[in-house]
């Protein structure tokens, strides 16, 4: 489909489009995004520094939790009873529940355990109406004092409220902060949502996008996790990315119309070269446009009546070149006059040639007299292929039948050379072309003609046909010594030849039937692997 065409005025305005608000609205898509990012940021920073700040003070109020905690394994009558042997249904040393009463309320239920991790005694407290609190489980070690040993364990339940104290910094920034026991997994806080929700780094929930920053602490063994919705930090920076953004589509409006205007007064001149130009495609070469001025129109107009000039001249020499042609088909005709005494030549010479005694030395001199009579009648037969192929008869052809025939002419070349012409391609009846089936039969003469001087011995050469739906394809294949690559580029021009008794006229051949008949031609070579020829008949 043919591309739409615009004008030269509406293309300033597409550059201009291009070149300055197409940057306007990156810049300003570019402010939005940076709005969001740093929206992203702020809020990464607010949750980093609430967890530092949950983080110290859970670590203040367990270091002094622990240290109370810690009393229970250093009374003295659970030392006694760790370093013996259990006693069943041994009750509570009185010390020990004496210490587990002083200790804060929030340490709920307290088992002492012995070094074979057997239960010994579990103290709780009763009648406690934060019974459903969530509690921390830890577990800390009894030592001996003296010698140092480690007597048995000490597992506690201490409610985390304790521990985290009021979350006011965070509920005040519109933050949720979740805690987990990492032992159990259990959830120590409350949270408004699902807790899987604080597993990534970002989630949905009522309508908004919430941002998630995390901390794992190894004393306690917790996993805090604090989060906020994203809109309360981004909307102020995306408030005034928007505001700037509307300014630049003020700006970038108010350039387009002033282009428009500017352009309208410089495309008029223009017009008139249009004009101009349109009047000398129609053949009106004696058509002048004004001159506007020293400026780049003006240039242009001065550059366009020059080459309106130039053209009538080029117009006289083309008519003298027309002439010249007409010579060249004089030479043609001379060249066909040239075959009727080399025919008469080459008979007189045959007979020389019977005539002779077996011995004789003249055979050598007769003989290369009718070589050179051959290769002269050769140039002479490709010099009138030149100047007949603009010349054939429109007429229904199988395209197998010129292949076939020219197969049977070039099988005696590849006889010689000792290779081997593969024609498998063709059984049966080929497609059908428009064209001359003599001239088709010349084209893949020369082809097949050209294979059989690039192979060696036991070398091989094949022909591939395919139908296509609007073309016939036939691809004249060798495995011969093949064409350099620099040089492929070349082997249509006239004259041009790699052999020594080459004409450089046969390719040339091939190429003017093949584009009397509508078609192309391709040539693709590997040097040391082959060369494929592939020509494309219109159907």
Known sequence: MRAPEFSFRTRILLIVLTVSVVPLALTGLWLTRSAERSGRELLRTRLDE?????????????????????????????????????????????????????????VRRVAVLDASDRERWVLTRTGDERRDEPTLRQELAIHQRFPSLELGRLVVDIEFRALVGPIGTASEAGMVLGAFDTATGSQLLPLPFDPVALDGETFSWGREEWLTSRRRLADPALRLVATAPLSRFSGPFEAAARRGTRWLALVASAGVVLTYLLTRRMTRSLEHLAAGAEAVARGELDVRVADPGNDEIGRVARAFNTMTASLRRTLRELASRERLAAVGEFAASLAHEVRNPLTAIRIDLQRVEESLPPDSPLREAQARALQEIGRLDATVSETLDVARTGRWREEGVDLSDPI????????????????????SALNGDGPGVRGDAKALEQLFLNLLLNAAESLDVDGRA?????????????????DGCGIEEDLIGRVFDPLYTTRADGTGLGLTVVRRIVEEHGGRIEVTSDVGVGTVVRVAIPR
């Open 404 to 423: 076939r025939a020219a197969a049977d002419a070039a099988r005696h070349a590849f006889t010689t050379r000792g290779a081997v012409l593969d024609t």
């Open 462 to 478: 094949w022909i591939e046909l395919v139908t296509g739906p609007d073309a016939v394809e036939v691809s004249v294949h060798d």
């Open 50 to 106: 609430a967890l530092e700040q949950a983080v110290s003070r859970i670590g203040t109020n367990w270091l002094k939790l622990r240290s109370d905690i810690l009393f229970l394994g250093d009374e003295a009558s659970v030392q006694e009873a760790l370093a013996e042997s259990p006693v069943p249904g041994a009750p509570v040393p009185a010390g020990l529940r004496r210490v587990f009463e002083e200790l804060d309320p929030s």
